[in-house]
């Protein structure tokens, strides 16, 4: 057979599509997942805004979702200590509204000119590329050292905040004032919120280095599957609206993108629901191709001067005109709108980067988030800046940002120190801190800790069943039903993948000891079963289940011989024969009894068990 001629134009055609397959990567937020949904109107909002989308109860609009990290590249871990992108793109009658909001209501800068230093300051190293995805390094507290507006934000971002156990269990924010017009042109301001449905969940910081190995695309892939599963992802759209006549009517300006309005006192309104039901089938042409721009509103949606989303609306065009190469990107299947957009970009542009001095109180309402955490959440917060800053080489920058943190409280700051093993100073040669205003005292806001998130049940939580050949069928079929009718995946983890025998019956292993990790499930189970419970015993990966499970605070259950595995860990012991449940450890030395399994599940919903961390 004679070979066939050379086509050097099929091949040209041919690269053409393969090299063209690529975009350049996002600068920032180039890492992310997306997903298409719908948004639900719960009643008309006509009386506040002309936006036909929020006109009619049980309207519904078309939505894209992507989530995403800020600073690492397009490959890096989902699990980095950072903030989260929440955009949202509603395709709505009257053109594309995009909400481009994060998972943290405030920001790190008031004046979009920093953001490029910012940026910088977190990605990594220019001459040696490092580290990825992290923060905890020289360039990024020097920066912020020098910052003290920065300072609110730094308690968001190194809190469990940071590090979300799902994108479907974290909280999105608009994060600036915007304003809602009505048909006869009447103004308010308002702060726009979504409020997750499965309530607010993090994972320990332990968790989070595990989980990068283990599973980067953790977070990627709970949302693709939650959506194939058909457990959608849900969220509620909430308001704090304020009068225009109460511009000044805070102890803050109203404008400053580093601070919230505490929801005790403007309470959020939740006026609709986002449901996300569908995933990309391809992810180049949806999640990446997909540009969000927050200048892109419709009409009774409008921004407010806000010097730093005033920048935003200059900066995305630039950035995503660079990256899809000039308008044409706006024409994408992902990005074309229903009807043409209105794009504040250019209709106004004030482009304003003026601050006043009601911009600078840069502490007050940083102390008001510490003081409204939990106590774990407060001792979360002083670990994780622990571990950033014992990162950190410079021992001037070191000093500078405990000097900044004492602005906010000294007792955190003196924590912080101790771990450093340096005191905190008194003055430092800090460039800025001078005419920023002393922190003072606030109420609380219980709204802002995610202790009082409201988890709402055990829908779509992970739970691990550890078993071999000859587990006690009665068991696993009592925790089954316990466990599926609330909503949680069960998941069987057993020495080697495949049947697992058990008499006359069989259970197919989900997974095996080498292909999972107690990080990946939000809870433990070990039936009973002689042979089952000798078989784990050999098995070393069984006590990391069991140790990591206890040190992250998750529920754990065993009954029969499943107990034997759990000598050893506090409340364990000692049962005298009875179902008992202690710090998040439920055990049945004989059968799973229902009053077993009901415990088990209420100890999944009652969230981590924190108290563990203060036991020996
Ligand atoms: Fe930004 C992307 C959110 C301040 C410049 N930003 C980007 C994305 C989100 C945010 C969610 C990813 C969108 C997507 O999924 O494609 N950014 C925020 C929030 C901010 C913020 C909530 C403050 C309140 N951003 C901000 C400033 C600037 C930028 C001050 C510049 C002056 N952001 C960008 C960007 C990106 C971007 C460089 C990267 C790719 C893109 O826009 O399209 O232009």
Redesign the pocket.
């Known amino acids: 057979m004679s070979k066939p001629p050379f086509d050097a134009s099929a091949l040209h055609e041919r690269f053409d599509r393969f090299d063209h397959a690529r975009l350049p990567e996002?600068?920032?937020?180039a890492r992310?997942a997306g997903a298409h949904g719908y948004f639900e109107a719960y009643e008309s909002m006509a009386s506040l805004t002309r936006a036909d989308f929020l006109r009619a109860r049980g309207k519904r609009t078309p939505v894209f979702v992507?989530f995403?990290t800020v600073s690492g590249f397009r490959g890096s871990t989902d699990l980095a200590r950072d903030v989260r992108?929440?955009?949202v793109k509603f395709y709505t009658e009257e053109g594309n509204y995009d909400l481009?909001?994060?998972n943290m209501p405030v920001?790190f800068i008031q004046d979009?000119m920093a953001?490029p230093d910012l940026i910088q300051a977190a990605k990594p190293d220019v001459h040696n590329e490092m580290p990825q995805a992290a923060t905890a390094q020289d360039s990024y507290w020097k920066f912020i050292s020098c910052m003290p507006e920065s300072m609110h934000m730094i308690m968001w971002a190194m809190s469990d905040r940071a590090i979300p156990r799902s994108y479907r269990m974290m909280e999105g924010f608009g994060?600036?004032t915007f304003r809602l017009i009505n048909a006869a042109g009447e103004g308010h301001f308002v702060k726009f919120h979504w409020k997750p449905a499965l309530g607010l969940h993090a994972v320990t910081w332990d968790e989070a280095v595990k989980i990068s190995g283990n599973d980067p695309d953790f977070h990627r892939r709970d949302l693709f599957d939650a959506i194939e599963a058909g457990d959608f992802p849900e969220w509620e759209f909430g308001v704090q609206i304020v009068d225009e006549k109460d511009r000044h009517a805070f102890d803050f300006d109203l404008l400053d993108?580093t601070k919230l309005i505490p929801e005790e006192v403007v309470p959020v309104r939740r006026i609709g629901k986002l449901v996300l039901d569908r995933n990309p089938r391809n992810y180049f042409a949806e999640t990446e191709q997909?540009?969000?721009h927050p200048g892109h509103v419709v009409p009774g949606i409008d921004l407010s001067d806000d010097p730093?989303l005033q920048?935003?609306v200059a900066?995305?065009a630039h950035?995503?005109a660079s990256r899809l190469g000039g308008a044409d990107g706006y024409d994408l299947p992902i990005n074309r709108g229903r009807a043409s957009a209105t794009d504040v970009a250019r209709r106004n542009g004030h482009g304003t980067s003026a601050r006043s001095d009601t911009f600078l109180d840069h502490f007050t309402q940083a102390r008001m988030f510490l003081h409204s955490q939990s106590e774990p959440e407060y001792n979360h917060i002083c670990h994780a800046l622990e571990f950033e800053l014992g990162k950190v080489n410079s021992a001037a920058v070191r000093e500078r940002t405990l000097f900044m943190l004492a602005q906010v409280d000294a007792d955190m700051a003196a924590s912080v120190g101790k771990g450093l093993g340096m005191p905190v100073p008194r003055k430092v040669g800090a460039p800025k801190t001078d005419h920023s205003r002393p922190a003072r005292d606030l109420p609380v806001s219980p709204a802002l800790s995610m202790a009082n998130g409201h988890p709402r049940g055990i829908a779509t939580r992970k739970v691990a069943v550890l078993l071999a050949d000859g587990y006690d069928r009665a068991d696993l079929a009592t925790l089954r039903k316990a466990l599926e009718s609330s909503g949680a995946w069960m998941k069987i983890v057993a020495p080697q993948l495949g049947a697992i025998p058990s008499h006359h019956d069989a259970v197919e292993a989900d997974f095996s000891f080498r292909t999972s990790d107690s990080v990946l499930f939000d809870a433990i189970y070990i039936p009973g079963g002689r042979k089952s419970v000798d078989a784990l015993k050999r098995h070393v990966e069984v006590g990391d289940f069991i140790r990591d499970s206890w040190r992250h605070c998750k529920a754990i259950a065993a009954s029969g011989a499943g107990v034997e595995l759990l000598a050893g860990l506090p409340g364990a012991s000692a049962a005298n024969g009875r179902m008992k449940s202690v710090h998040g450890v439920v055990v049945a030395p004989g059968k799973a009894s229902d009053a077993m399994a009901e415990a088990f599940v209420q100890a999944i919903a009652s969230g981590r068990h924190w108290v563990r961390e203060t036991l020996a």
């Open positions: 996002r600068v920032v937020n992310g992507r995403s992108g929440f955009a481009v909001g994060n920001f979009a953001f994060v600036h993108p997909v540009v969000f730093l920048g935003r900066a995305y950035a995503q």
